[in-house]
T-cell receptor
Framework: SQQGEEDPQALSIQEGENATMNCSYK?????LQWYRQNSGRGLVHLIL?????REKHSGRLRVTLDTSKKSSSLLITASRAADTASYFC?????????????FGSGTRLLVRP | SQTIHQWPATLVQPVGSPLSLECTVE??????LYWYRQAAGRGLQLLFY??????ISSEVPQNLSASRPQDRQFILSSKKLLLSDSGFYLC???????????FGNGTRLTVT
C-alpha cells in the first residue's frame, strides 16, 4: 500500500489564489519530500522537511509537518498558471542496505489564468 | 554537475516483444538507482532499486527485470512484453541516503 496519500486528488483554482495540498502517511519517517511533475515529464524535487522540523519555506512554497498526525501540507501562495502540474509527497522507507522513496498518488493542480 | 539520461522517450512495442530501457547517470559515482512505473494519472510504483553494480532488489514480482552492468548504468528489460506493461517508466538516482531523488524525463511505453 502507498505510504503517502495526497488529497485532494484534483484541485482547480484561479490564478492568484493559494493552493493547499495535504499528505498523510502511515509509518514513522526520517523526512518527507514534495515533488512536482509536469505532464509527461519526470518529477522534480521541491522541498524536503525533516521529522524534527514543523515548517519550511522555499519561495512561494510552504510545507508543514505534523508527525503526531502523520500528515504534511504543501501551500503554494499567489499561484500562477505555470504552477499547473501534479504534486506528490514521498516518504523514506528503509529497505535492506538502502532507502527507497514511497510516493503517494498525487494531487493534480490546475491554475486557471 | 550531475545529469541523468533516459531513453528512448517513447516506445511502441507489440505484445510478446522484448524490451530494453536504458538509464545512465553522469557526474557522480556509486549512486543509488531506481526504476519506477507510473500508470496514467496515478502515483509512482517502485519496481527495482540498486545500491551497486550487480546488486538489484525487486519490489514487485512481474514480467520485468533490471540489471546494473556498470556503476552509472541501469537497464530495465523484459523478454516478452504484456499489455499490462504499458506505462510511463522513470529512472532516478540519489547520492546519499535520505536525499532527494533526481529523475530522468521518462519513457512512455505503449504495448499494442
Amino acid at each position: 500500500s502507498q505510504q503517502g496519500e495526497e488529497d485532494p486528488q484534483a484541485l482547480s483554482i484561479q490564478e492568484g489564489e493559494n493552493a493547499t495540498m495535504n499528505c498523510s502517511y502511515k509509518t514513522s519517517i526520517n523526512n518527507l519530500q514534495w515533488y512536482r511533475q509536469n505532464s509527461g515529464r519526470g518529477l522534480v524535487h521541491l522541498i524536503l522537511i525533516r521529522s524534527n522540523e514543523r515548517e519550511k519555506h522555499s519561495g512561494r512554497l510552504r510545507v508543514t509537518l505534523d508527525t503526531s498526525k502523520k500528515s504534511s501540507s504543501l501551500l503554494i501562495t499567489a499561484s500562477r498558471a505555470a504552477d499547473t502540474a501534479s504534486y506528490f509527497c514521498a516518504t523514506v522507507a528503509r529497505m535492506d542496505s538502502s532507502y527507497k522513496l514511497i510516493f503517494g498518488s498525487g494531487t493534480r493542480l490546475l491554475v486557471r489564468p | 554537475s550531475q545529469t541523468i539520461h533516459q531513453w528512448p522517450a517513447t516506445l511502441v512495442q507489440p505484445v510478446g516483444s522484448p524490451l530494453s530501457l536504458e538509464c545512465t547517470v553522469e557526474g557522480t559515482s556509486n549512486p543509488n538507482l531506481y526504476w519506477y512505473r507510473q500508470a496514467a494519472g496515478r502515483g509512482l510504483q517502485l519496481l527495482f532499486y540498486s545500491v551497486g553494480i550487480g546488486q538489484i532488489s525487486s519490489e514487485v514480482p512481474q514480467n520485468l527485470s533490471a540489471s546494473r552492468p556498470q556503476d552509472r548504468q541501469f537497464i530495465l528489460s523484459s523478454k516478452k512484453l504484456l499489455l499490462s506493461d504499458s506505462g510511463f517508466y522513470l529512472c532516478a538516482w540519489t547520492g546519499q541516503v535520505n536525499s532527494p531523488l533526481h529523475f530522468g524525463n521518462g519513457t512512455r511505453l505503449t504495448v499494442t
